[in-house]
Protein backbone atom coordinates (compact mmCIF):
# COMPACT_ATOMS: atom_id res chain seq x y z
CA UNK A 1 0.00 0.00 0.00
CA UNK A 2 1.25 3.51 -0.98
CA UNK A 3 -0.35 6.50 0.56
CA UNK A 4 -0.19 10.36 -0.39
CA UNK A 5 -1.30 12.79 2.39
CA UNK A 6 -2.41 15.98 1.42
CA UNK A 7 -4.80 19.22 2.41
CA UNK A 8 -1.78 20.81 4.94
CA UNK A 9 -1.34 24.55 5.25
CA UNK A 10 -1.44 27.72 6.95
CA UNK A 11 -4.54 28.89 9.52
CA UNK A 12 -5.56 30.67 11.87
CA UNK A 13 -6.92 29.68 15.48
CA UNK A 14 -10.34 28.71 15.12
CA UNK A 15 -10.01 28.11 11.47
CA UNK A 16 -10.22 24.44 9.81
CA UNK A 17 -8.39 21.99 7.30
CA UNK A 18 -10.29 18.60 5.74
CA UNK A 19 -6.86 16.18 5.13
CA UNK A 20 -6.75 13.18 2.57
CA UNK A 21 -4.67 10.08 2.33
CA UNK A 22 -5.61 8.41 -0.54
CA UNK A 23 -3.70 5.15 -1.00
CA UNK A 24 -2.77 2.90 -3.74
CA UNK A 25 -3.65 -0.82 -4.01
CA UNK A 26 -6.84 -2.67 -4.74
CA UNK A 27 -6.94 -4.03 -0.70
CA UNK A 28 -7.43 -0.64 0.70
CA UNK A 29 -10.64 -1.80 2.32
CA UNK A 30 -9.21 -3.91 4.43
CA UNK A 31 -6.91 -1.73 6.43
CA UNK A 32 -7.54 -0.17 9.48
CA UNK A 33 -6.00 3.74 9.25
CA UNK A 34 -4.41 6.41 11.18
CA UNK A 35 -3.52 9.73 11.60
CA UNK A 36 -0.27 10.99 13.37
CA UNK A 37 1.14 14.33 14.57
CA UNK A 38 5.02 15.42 15.09
CA UNK A 39 5.51 18.43 16.18
CA UNK A 40 8.46 20.18 15.70
CA UNK A 41 10.87 19.14 18.75
CA UNK A 42 8.42 16.42 19.66
CA UNK A 43 8.03 12.34 18.91
CA UNK A 44 5.43 11.20 16.32
CA UNK A 45 2.20 10.55 18.22
CA UNK A 46 -1.32 9.25 17.60
CA UNK A 47 -4.15 11.50 16.49
CA UNK A 48 -7.14 9.31 15.64
CA UNK A 49 -7.62 5.75 13.98
CA UNK A 50 -10.48 4.13 12.07
CA UNK A 51 -11.08 0.48 11.61
CA UNK A 52 -11.56 -0.82 8.11
CA UNK A 53 -15.22 -0.35 7.56
CA UNK A 54 -15.38 3.06 9.37
CA UNK A 55 -17.65 1.63 11.74
CA UNK A 56 -14.98 1.88 14.89
CA UNK A 57 -13.48 5.27 15.58
CA UNK A 58 -10.60 6.46 18.31
CA UNK A 59 -9.12 9.79 19.07
CA UNK A 60 -6.69 10.85 20.93
CA UNK A 61 -8.01 12.88 23.85
CA UNK A 62 -6.43 16.32 22.33
CA UNK A 63 -8.74 16.51 19.46
CA UNK A 64 -12.01 14.60 20.35
CA UNK A 65 -14.69 17.05 19.71
CA UNK A 66 -12.55 19.13 16.87
CA UNK A 67 -11.52 16.35 14.77
CA UNK A 68 -12.73 13.76 12.72
CA UNK A 69 -11.93 10.90 10.89
CA UNK A 70 -13.85 8.84 8.07
CA UNK A 71 -12.77 7.53 5.09
CA UNK A 72 -14.78 6.72 1.34
CA UNK A 73 -13.74 2.87 0.35
CA UNK A 74 -14.82 3.87 -2.77
CA UNK A 75 -12.17 6.48 -3.62
CA UNK A 76 -9.26 4.64 -1.24
CA UNK A 77 -9.18 8.09 0.64
CA UNK A 78 -9.22 8.45 4.25
CA UNK A 79 -10.17 11.98 5.22
CA UNK A 80 -9.37 14.15 9.00
CA UNK A 81 -11.63 17.02 9.36
CA UNK A 82 -10.54 19.08 11.94
CA UNK A 83 -11.98 22.53 13.26
CA UNK A 84 -11.33 24.66 16.19
CA UNK A 85 -7.56 24.45 15.23
CA UNK A 86 -4.63 25.57 18.15
CA UNK A 87 -1.47 26.10 17.76
CA UNK A 88 -0.94 23.49 19.48
CA UNK A 89 -2.02 21.77 16.64
CA UNK A 90 1.07 22.76 14.55
CA UNK A 91 2.40 19.53 13.22
CA UNK A 92 2.95 17.52 9.95
CA UNK A 93 0.51 15.01 9.91
CA UNK A 94 0.95 11.65 9.09
CA UNK A 95 -1.43 9.06 7.44
CA UNK A 96 -0.78 4.91 7.92
CA UNK A 97 -2.27 1.78 7.43
CA UNK A 98 -1.66 -1.25 9.06
CA UNK A 99 -2.53 -5.18 8.14
CA UNK A 100 -4.20 -5.87 11.37
CA UNK A 101 -8.14 -6.45 11.89
CA UNK A 102 -8.48 -3.46 14.05
CA UNK A 103 -7.45 0.16 14.44
CA UNK A 104 -4.24 0.91 16.66
CA UNK A 105 -2.77 3.57 18.38
CA UNK A 106 0.72 2.54 18.57
CA UNK A 107 2.82 3.67 16.02
CA UNK A 108 4.99 0.38 15.45
CA UNK A 109 1.54 -1.08 14.84
CA UNK A 110 1.00 0.39 11.33
CA UNK A 111 3.37 -1.34 8.89
CA UNK A 112 2.39 1.89 5.37
CA UNK A 113 2.85 5.31 5.87
CA UNK A 114 2.49 8.56 4.27
CA UNK A 115 4.84 11.43 3.30
CA UNK A 116 3.16 13.93 5.42
CA UNK A 117 1.76 16.94 5.62
CA UNK A 118 2.32 20.20 7.18
CA UNK A 119 0.01 21.80 9.40
CA UNK A 120 0.28 25.29 10.57
CA UNK A 121 -1.97 27.19 13.25
CA UNK A 122 -1.40 30.93 14.25
CA UNK A 123 -2.71 32.56 16.97
Known amino acids: VQLQASGGGSVQAGGFLRLSCAAS????????MGWFRQAPGKERGFVAA????????YYTDSVKGRFTISRDNAKNTVYLQMISLKPEDTAVYYC?????????????????WGQGTLVTVSS
Open 25 to 32: GRTFSGYP
Open 96 to 112: AARRGSYPRTALGEYEY
Open 50 to 57: ISASGGTT
